[in-house]
């Protein structure tokens, strides 16, 4: 399906002998009118599907081309190269590739057209047949052509599932969520200054050193330490935390009331919350993992107090599911290490399994060792615990050496379906996306392109990350077709949790859903293996009352 410049809409079987063409002006026209089983292959889902949702229009399989050359370039080591079906019509016939249009910034006053439902650049249905084509032989010419074609298909989905999760929005009580700001932060004063709470607190830091002080300026707070005495680099709370002087305490709860106050505040509230529904516009692949981002209201940091505002309508329920210790037991799939594979297939805590091989049944140790391996703690305790680990799972721990040491070397790095780990030059500066930072991982490497260990010590988790990523796409996609029968509807999703708002009746068999399809994506990404995929799941009321791992 491919748009003109007039606003037409072209469809037609890929092999053009199957059947006629048809032009329409409103393409949900065609959808209509198609099997139900159709896959659709056009330009881009975030282009196209928003505005067929909103016309009552639902699609159960597409092929999105730009996010196929995409992962095709990357898999070609071609990283950087313009994505967009234009461009790669342009590669095809030898002339002028144009440049990417710049990414569109989220737009919370417009929500309900968050995806901009016209191309920047048409492109005709043959010149969009072409690439399709070109595409496929391409998909054939890859290491494992059958991973990355999952891949592909895997991905084109979960394109359809953020369309739809955006559509039908997370259930957010505003009176609850400005009931918390003002039990948080205090009232408001008239003219827009900071809340009452916050500015007792600014008082308290200012008397602590003798003079006004704007805590929320890390420049201003340093040199007030400064002239106290205390050399200072950072107002980070680790950094803060353990000195001996009178604003520390405030100062600490100051920057913790200001961050919600800034970033889920009032403001906030009035921007990203219409009707009952907060609608953040969800991005797959948007990291080089391929982990999820959003464009705007910061969705996936949503803090612990704050869900408290994330009610299900009357009647209604949230069954909210964490995948427990996904990222190990995807190593154990993905290194097809017999003993680690065994210890993921058990019916307990893994940490606590793998406790007992060789950690003297000490969890925090065991837990030190895993993800220490995957993160690249190598030195001190965690030195010690990566050898007792690779005494136990020697494959587990050589798989994510050999993607350390090939990122080091400066070759591609694949996951487990082929999406592929950039070369140096791009791997991100520390703080980008790409490792997570509010996880269980107490380490972090900085990522400086030119540091060879840096980049290897990236690697050696994206092999883990990103396969998991990639697990969590054929979840989606398998709980999203489980789901077409029912009222349920998936409305949160963030790298190893799901969130389905369902009525009351439907929450049991919702949660024996998620537990499937987590069952259904492991043999499907991984083959038939004895590792399982469990997840702790609560039927709640109330996203807060969800327990936290």
């Given at each position: 399906?491919?748009?003109?410049?007039?606003?037409?809409?072209?469809?037609?079987?890929?092999?053009?002998?199957?059947?006629?063409?048809?032009?329409?002006?409103?393409?949900?026209?065609?959808?209509?009118?198609?099997?139900?089983?159709?896959?659709?292959?056009?330009?881009?889902?975030?282009?196209?599907?928003?505005?067929?949702?909103?016309?009552?229009?639902?699609?159960?399989?597409?092929?999105?081309?730009?996010?196929?050359?995409?992962?095709?370039?990357?898999?070609?080591?071609?990283?950087?190269?313009?994505?967009?079906?234009?461009?790669?019509?342009?590669?095809?016939?030898?002339?002028?590739?144009?440049?990417?249009?710049?990414?569109?910034?989220?737009?919370?006053?417009?929500?309900?057209?968050?995806?901009?439902?016209?191309?920047?650049?048409?492109?005709?249905?043959?010149?969009?047949?072409?690439?399709?084509?070109?595409?496929?032989?391409?998909?054939?010419?890859?290491?494992?052509?059958?991973?990355?074609?999952?891949?592909?298909?895997?991905?084109?989905?979960?394109?359809?599932?953020?369309?739809?999760?955006?559509?039908?929005?997370?259930?957010?009580?505003?009176?609850?969520?400005?009931?918390?700001?003002?039990?948080?932060?205090?009232?408001?004063?008239?003219?827009?200054?900071?809340?009452?709470?916050?500015?007792?607190?600014?008082?308290?830091?200012?008397?602590?050193?003798?003079?006004?002080?704007?805590?929320?300026?890390?420049?201003?707070?340093?040199?007030?330490?400064?002239?106290?005495?205390?050399?200072?680099?950072?107002?980070?709370?680790?950094?803060?935390?353990?000195?001996?002087?009178?604003?520390?305490?405030?100062?600490?709860?100051?920057?913790?009331?200001?961050?919600?106050?800034?970033?889920?505040?009032?403001?906030?509230?009035?921007?990203?919350?219409?009707?009952?529904?907060?609608?953040?516009?969800f991005i797959p692949g948007g990291t080089l993992t391929g982990r999820w981002v959003t464009n705007g209201g910061g969705a996936l940091q949503i803090p612990k107090v704050i869900r408290r505002a994330v009610v299900a309508d009357p009647g209604w329920r949230l069954v909210v599911a964490d995948a427990d210790q996904m990222e190990p037991r995807v190593l154990a799939a993905i290194s097809r290490d017999p003993a680690f594979m065994e210890v993921a297939g058990r019916p307990e805590d893994l940490y606590t399994a793998v406790s007992r091989q060789g950690f003297s049944g000490d969890r925090d140790k065991a837990k030190l060792a895993v993800l220490g391996a995957v993160y690249g703690q190598t030195s001190g305790d965690g030195l010690k615990n990566l050898a007792a680990l690779r005494r136990r799972f020697p494959r587990a721990v050589a798989y994510v050496d050999d993607a350390a040491r090939a990122g080091e070397e400066g070759r591609l790095v694949r996951t487990w379906l082929g999406r592929t780990c950039p070369p140096p030059a791009e791997v991100p500066e520390e703080g980008e996306a790409g490792i997570p930072q509010d996880r269980e991982d107490a380490w972090t490497p900085s990522y400086a392109s030119t540091n060879t260990r840096a980049r290897g010590r990236f690697t050696r988790n994206f092999v883990v990350q990103g396969s998991a990523a990639d697990w969590a796409l054929l979840l989606l996609a398998a709980l999203r077709q489980t789901l077409a029968g029912m009222r349920a509807e998936l409305v949160f999703f963030q790298h190893d949790e799901v969130i389905v708002h369902c009525p009351a009746e439907e929450a049991e068999a919702v949660a024996e859903a998620i537990r499937a399809a987590g069952d259904r994506a492991g043999r499907i990404a991984f083959g038939d293996t004895p590792v399982r995929f469990p997840f702790t799941t609560a039927v709640v009321e109330c996203y807060a009352d969800a327990k936290e791992r």
């Open positions: 399906m491919a748009e003109d410049s007039d606003g037409r809409w072209h469809a037609g079987p890929v092999h053009p002998a199957a059947g006629p063409r048809i032009t329409v002006r409103d393409p949900a026209e065609a959808i209509r009118a198609a099997p139900a089983a159709t896959r659709w292959v056009w330009r881009s889902t975030a282009a196209v599907y928003p505005g067929l949702l909103a016309a009552g229009a639902r699609v159960e399989r597409c092929y999105d081309v730009e996010d196929a050359e995409l992962l095709l370039l990357g898999h070609e080591g071609r990283s950087g190269e313009p994505r967009s079906a234009a461009a790669a019509w342009a590669r095809l016939n030898d002339a002028p590739v144009p440049p990417d249009p710049p990414q569109r910034a989220a737009d919370p006053a417009a929500q309900d057209s968050l995806f901009d439902p016209r191309p920047a650049t048409p492109v005709p249905l043959d010149a969009l047949l072409a690439v399709h084509a070109d595409q496929a032989r391409r998909l054939d010419a890859t290491a494992h052509p059958d991973r990355m074609r999952l891949l592909t298909a895997a991905e084109s989905a979960a394109f359809l599932v953020a369309a739809e999760m955006n559509r039908a929005g997370l259930p957010w009580r505003a009176d609850v969520h400005r009931a918390l700001l003002t039990e948080l932060l205090g009232e408001r004063y008239a003219g827009g200054g900071e809340p009452r709470r916050l500015a007792e607190l600014a008082d308290r830091i200012s008397a602590a050193f003798g003079r006004r002080v704007r805590p929320d300026l890390p420049a201003d707070v340093v040199k007030a330490f400064a002239e106290a005495g205390i050399k200072l680099t950072s107002t980070r709370r680790w950094a803060i935390q353990e000195l001996d002087h009178p604003a520390v305490e405030p100062l600490l709860e100051y920057k913790k009331l200001y961050r919600i106050y800034t970033a889920h505040g009032w403001s906030w509230l009035a921007d990203w919350v219409r009707d009952g529904r907060f609608r953040p516009e």
